[in-house]
């Protein structure tokens, strides 16, 4: 009996040997397989930081694309950052953004988002964050197909005065919905939870931020229902309603859920609120800070329009307007920086090794102020989106929209609504900045929208 049960144990005792021996032997093989791989490539810039921190006290003044930039200058176009746990790769030319967002696009077609940005977007119920897959082609096709005609509306309604909004028990105005919708949402997504950089304590509790984006999804969800209540009540009362998104959501998405619905609304909603919003506020503050051009603009309109107001049909035949739009693009990107992606498996950028894990940041700005792409970078000149070599139907001048099969898919109708709204301004006054006006430059945290908003003296055209 002893015997047998010596017998047993050496063989469970060999049986474990060998694996273990075997477990080895892949490891040793996987590690040196990486290291060859790894070797091929020049070795990855790394910016210096301070121990477990890393970078994180040097983007303290939440403008990480000027900081992104700066470090480009010394570090170059490609370089790695550590912010606390997590090492970050930044992408800072547009010869390699555009192998990122197109040649390894699916290694790094993931989206890694902040604690505030997964409740804010009901974790990746929308086209903007969610991953590459198939509810992002489906959604994507739902938004390409039900959103961006000529006139199309998110709900088919207007808000003259005020809604009753139940989940809070009061009625709000037009701008109350607004601030609701636009404004706290966006304060919200760039909202610093320090558990994001630091996710092995993630179990550590930080009330006031949760309780803050909460109370904000919370509010935003209560509006977007009083809509849809508005909506349906519009319908069975027999009023009629101009065809909308919601309408072709609702007969021909039958898949999604009541959440995946309401956030598909709301991001309609926010971009083109926000987004546009941005580039045509940029717009006129460069035209009412530089005649010659906005004179240029007018006597495009005028010989074009005539005594017409400017309308969709009219943009092709304006070239100005175009390459006033897309110089405000290229100089006030909405996004300076795309929202995190992250490497789910080992590839390589611009002749560098990038390891699995790794968070990827496109910083947009950077590629836009490229000195080697651009004359004069820190100018404002419209003028240089008429040259020859720019095919004027081309929306993808700049890399503003992004790129690849993760391009913004509302670039046309951001094109459209903005540059109807900027020709009509142009066309109806002429503009010039308030005294001191021209040093309102500043912008609201992580994004481009500006601090205070533009203030300007406006005569009405004879």
Request: aromatic letters at 10%; a neutral charge.
């Amino acid at each position: 009996m002893a015997l047998a049960d010596t017998l047993h144990d050496f063989s469970a005792m060999a049986l474990a040997t060998v694996a273990l021996a075997l477990l080895l032997v892949f490891l040793i093989t996987r590690f040196s397989s990486n290291q060859k791989r790894s070797s091929e490539y020049l070795p990855l810039p790394v910016v210096p930081g301070l121990p477990l921190i890393g970078n994180l006290l040097q983007l303290k003044e939440k403008k990480p694309h000027l900081t992104f930039t700066k470090w480009a200058d010394r570090y170059g176009p490609v370089y790695s950052i550590r912010t606390g746990a997590s090492s970050m790769v930044v992408l800072n030319s547009t010869d390699v953004v555009k192998e990122a967002m197109v040649t390894r696009f699916s290694s790094i077609s993931t989206r890694k988002l902040s604690n505030a940005l997964k409740i804010l977007t009901s974790d990746k119920c929308m086209v903007a964050t969610s991953d590459y897959n198939e509810f992002h082609k489906m959604v994507k096709r739902y938004i390409l197909t039900g959103m961006l005609g000529a006139n199309a509306q998110a709900l088919g309604i207007d808000v003259e005065s005020s809604i009753y909004v139940e989940g809070l028990g009061t009625r709000l105005s037009r701008e109350e919905i607004f601030d609701v919708l636009v404004m706290e949402p966006m304060v919200g997504a760039i909202e610093v939870d320090w558990r994001d950089f630091f996710p092995y304590l993630r179990w550590v509790p930080n009330k006031s931020v949760e309780m803050k984006i909460q109370r904000m999804d919370m509010r935003r969800e209560a509006v977007i229902q009083a809509l849809f209540r508005e909506h349906k009540k519009q319908i069975t009362s027999g009023e009629e309603i101009e065809y909308c998104y919601l309408s072709f959501l609702l007969s021909e998405a039958k898949t999604l859920t009541e959440k995946q619905l309401k956030m598909l609304i709301w991001e309609t909603i926010i971009e083109a609120s926000d987004t546009t919003l941005v580039v045509t506020e940029w717009a006129m503050y460069e035209l009412a800070k530089n005649p010659a051009p906005q004179n240029f603009l007018y006597q495009e309109i005028k010989k074009v329009c005539g005594l017409d107001k400017i309308r969709e049909e009219h943009l092709s035949q304006l070239p100005y307007l175009g390459a006033v739009f897309h110089e405000t693009m290229r100089r006030h990107s909405p996004v300076p920086v795309i929202p995190l992606r992250y490497a789910h498996e080992d590839t390589q950028l611009g002749g560098y090794h990038i390891p699995a894990g790794s968070e990827i940041a496109i910083n947009l700005y950077a590629c836009n102020m490229d000195k080697k792409q651009w004359d004069d970078p820190e100018e404002w000149k419209p003028e240089r989106f008429l040259d020859s070599k720019y095919d004027p139907m081309d929306l993808y001048k700049t890399m503003a929209f992004g790129g690849g099969k993760r391009v913004c898919a509302g670039s046309l109708q951001a094109m459209l609504i903005s540059c109807t709204a900027i020709g009509r301004f142009i066309q109806e006054f002429e503009w010039k900045l308030k005294e001191g006006e021209e040093a309102n430059v500043r912008t609201v945290s992580l994004t481009n929208r500006k601090l205070h908003p533009m203030q300007a003296i406006i005569k009405p055209r004879v």
